[in-house]
Nanobody
């Protein structure tokens, strides 16, 4: 089965940068779209970014557009989220998720989450 393991958690000051990684096991990574989501305390989980199976298309929430970059390395079965110009409101648990081929925007697999804390 598919397993997703996030890493890169940390505490950073406002204006700083952090890169999250999500390593996938299983054979479906290279044919799957991948997404990053986040959930802040007391709030619902929200979409952050998505990348197509080839990496040719990317999508971002308006709140992170221009600051975050999603990328992937299919040879390493890993998706990344580069976060720059971080703000305190970016503080959340970040999750990566996989939408296998044919599933559209349905994410069937989720990681355990990694904490990002941005201090003011």
């Amino acid at each position: 089965q598919v397993q997703l393991v996030e890493s890169g958690e940390g505490l950073v000051q406002a204006g700083g940068s952090l890169r999250l990684s999500c390593a996938a096991s299983g054979r479906t990574f290279s044919s799957s779209a991948m997404g990053w989501f986040r959930q802040a305390p007391g709030k619902e989980r929200e979409f952050v970014a998505r990348i197509s199976w080839s990496g040719g298309s990317t999508y971002y929430a308006d709140s992170v557009k221009g600051r975050f970059t999603i990328s992937r390395d299919n040879a390493k079965s890993t998706v990344y989220l580069q976060m720059n110009s971080l703000k305190p409101e970016d503080t959340a648990v970040y999750y990566c998720a996989m939408a296998p081929a044919g599933r559209g925007f349905e994410y069937d697999y989720w990681g355990q989450g990694t904490q990002v804390t941005v201090s003011s």
